[in-house]
């Protein structure tokens, strides 16, 4: 990668990259005014707000809207063509998040790794100016595509005005069947994916920027690993290893599918209990606390998972070239701007260790609001955006349907709309009477049980902006026993694993019931319930790890929704928790494959633990209103002695 900096600059960079390599002991944020920081020209990353706050649309609704669809397509054609050598296109901004591994905009690498900010409480908000950074080019091409316009142009250029990126909602219950939408395949003619584009003067075909990112050329230094350093464009699901591979839309879209049930409860589930902003945003391990191991970032590596399945997508160092990727991480952006809109108050502890190192944090050191967010400038002068300064989406022009001009109450209410359906919550029937159909669930009844402990330091999980000790006050039964009228019980496979325990990307698939041997087949199994990521590093590009430091991540695979179901077949009754266990002791399985669904045994991935949680939940009596969930108890009973399963005296 070649970078545009003059003779003089470029011997400033130099000079004060061993200036920075003496002084790094001290943490980034307090050489904000050092020499590391000034500089002649870096690019100042505004957003929008001089054009206005406008909402950023969900990609299938900005496809209603003709100018502004037509612009984005023509606009991210035109980015992705631009130079690789331009600081500005599409290869280098995308080149920030992972290879090649080299500065951008003058901030020097410390190791060799990307800047992105994994399993480090930074992530929700590292990716809020990335993504403006993104949306920012993206719009100053759309307004040139719209001034070019010869027929319809004054409709186009009002167009271009409130243009903002779209993102994809692959939580969403699926719209005409799908959840992957059919524009990221488009019209495929064995060679090239293509788009039709109704435009002013008739329809037109173009190249469609959707599915893929071209490299020109492919560089074998910025992309050195195989077989990324031999396939000439991004792909996903890839049929092969070679250099004629090509991408499998459709596996990749029934595996979306498949899984949308899974991710969409878990967003649900840490909006309802997952308060705490280090707890919901990333995916380190905190041991001990059953309650906390979901979060926004591992629900976000389901997805990369999913759709790169040993392509681009699926791996840290080479995400970002997908064009998928900036609609994914563009929902993660509103799916935190929705806990924000209805956890307004809570924010960032004061002080936090990452076990993750990136490009220029260390494994081990401190961060917090006001850690710079390195390599992006909120001017030309150097000065770094913070979690702080970036901590609301309208500093950088934007808002989003759920969070424009939000309450506590108009937030739960929208994401109860959207999702409550396919989620596998409850309301009360007042509420339902008054405002919607019921949705599938049961009261739950049981008694005590010996394969079971309960965490009695865990506090209920509150309501929206609650302390945990108002939240104790709620009423929620946290026993076994018998349940009263609007209470059910949730129960959730948790899962914690060394994120490097195969040296690269790998799923742990969730069965509730017989399945295919054949690994190849597991995303596809009707009895899977969910396929958790592990989102990765390539294997020699892992400098940033501490091998000193734990790097287990953790995530969640909810199984209420497939036990309800289960339990409407005759085949469970849910009001016995014993019964419920010695179903789930019988038919909950679990295996591990490599994005290349090579099957891996249990047994030989490092830290696997596998486990089962309830929590008793107190129905919702409003639609703007979220259950009151307890303390989670621990079914250890249910994998103990299973390769990879939770036994009794292990920590949960």
């Known amino acids: 990668m070649v970078f545009q900096f003059g003779l003089h600059s470029t011997l400033f960079f130099l000079l004060t990259s061993v200036i920075a390599s003496i002084v ?16 002649a020209s870096t690019l100042a990353i505004t957003g929008l707000k001089s054009s206005g706050t406008h909402q950023r649309l969900e990609i299938r609704q900005l496809q209603k809207n003709t100018p502004q669809w037509n612009l984005f397509l023509l606009a991210l054609n035109r980015f992705q063509g631009m130079s690789q050598s331009d600081r500005s296109s599409y290869y280098q901004v995308s080149g920030i998040h992972g290879r090649p591994f080299v500065p951008w905009d003058g901030v020097q690498l410390q190791q060799s790794a990307g800047y992105c900010t994994h399993e480090i409480v930074l992530f929700p908000t590292w990716h809020r100016p990335y993504l403006a950074l993104y949306e920012q080019i993206l719009y100053g091409i759309v307004q040139e595509v719209a001034n070019e316009m010869t027929q319809d142009k004054s409709t186009y250029v009002a167009a271009a005005k409130t243009f903002r990126m779209p993102y994809w909602d692959w939580a969403a219950p699926a719209q005409g069947g799908q959840v992957y939408p059919s524009f990221f395949k488009g019209t495929w003619t064995g060679t090239q994916s293509y788009l039709d584009l109704s435009l002013p003067n008739g329809t037109t075909r173009i190249v469609n920027p959707l599915y893929a990112f071209k490299f020109h050329p492919l560089s074998a230094s910025d992309l050195p690993n195989n077989p990324f350093d031999i396939w000439k464009s991004t792909l ?3 049929s092969s290893k070679t250099a004629s591979a090509t991408s499998r839309n459709d596996a990749v879209a029934a595996q979306i599918l498949q899984s949308q049930p899974s991710y969409s409860q878990r967003f649900m589930n840490i909006l309802q209990v997952y308060w705490k902003f280090e707890h919901f945003g990333n995916e380190g391990w905190i041991p001990n606390s059953p309650g906390t191991y979901d979060s926004l970032e591992s629900i976000h590596d389901q997805i990369h998972g999913l759709v790169g399945n040993g392509g681009h997508m699926a791996i840290i160092d080479y995400s970002a070239f997908d064009p998928i990727f900036w609609l994914h991480h563009a929902n993660v952006d509103r799916l935190f701007a929705i806990w924000q809109a209805i956890y307004p108050n809570n924010w960032m502890p004061a002080k936090n260790q990452i076990k993750y190192g990136t490009a220029v944090l260390k494994a081990g050191q401190n961060v917090d609001t006001n850690t710079p967010l390195a390599p992006f400038h909120k001017d030309t002068s150097g000065t770094f955006w913070t979690s702080s300064s970036a901590r609301y989406t309208t500093t950088f022009g934007y808002t989003y349907p759920e969070t424009d001009g939000a309450t506590v109450s108009s937030a739960k209410a929208a994401v109860n709309k959207l999702y409550g359906p396919s989620s596998g919550k409850k309301i009360t029937k007042r509420a339902m009477q008054a405002t919607a159909p019921d949705s599938s669930s049961s009261s739950s009844s049981s008694s005590s049980s010996a394969g079971t402990t309960t965490n009695k330091g865990l506090a209920a999980a509150v309501a929206a902006g609650v302390a945990p000790a108002a939240a104790a006050s709620a009423n929620v039964a946290t026993t076994l026993q018998a349940l009263a009228p609007g209470y059910y019980r949730e129960w959730i496979t948790n899962i914690r694993v060394e994120k490097m325990a195969l040296q690269t990307a790998f799923f742990i698939h969730i069965f509730l019931g017989d399945f295919n041997p054949d690994p190849a087949c597991w995303s596809f199994e009707p009895n899977l319930v969910g396929s958790h990521a592990v989102f990765t590093p390539f294997t020699n590009a892992s400098a940033a790890l501490d091998s000193a430091l734990s790097s287990i991540v953790t995530g969640t695979i909810p199984l209420t929704r497939t036990l309800q179901a289960q339990a409407d077949a005759g085949q469970v009754d849910l009001e016995d928790c014993e019964a419920v266990e010695g179903y789930l002791r019988r038919n909950l399985h679990w295996r591990v494959t490599r994005m290349d669904d090579t099957y891996v045994p249990s047994a030989e991935v490092q830290d696997l633990k596998v486990s089962v949680v309830s929590s008793v939940v107190k ?20 994998t103990e002695g299973r390769d990879g399963g939770l036994c009794a005296g292990d920590d949960s």
């Open 619 to 638: 129905e919702a009596e409003a639609l703007d209103e979220f259950p009151t969930w307890g303390e989670f108890t621990v079914h250890p009973g249910i």
């Open 236 to 238: 996903r699901y890839p």
């Open 24 to 39: 790094y002991g001290v943490p980034l944020q307090d050489q904000q005014d050092s020499q590391f920081s000034r500089r």
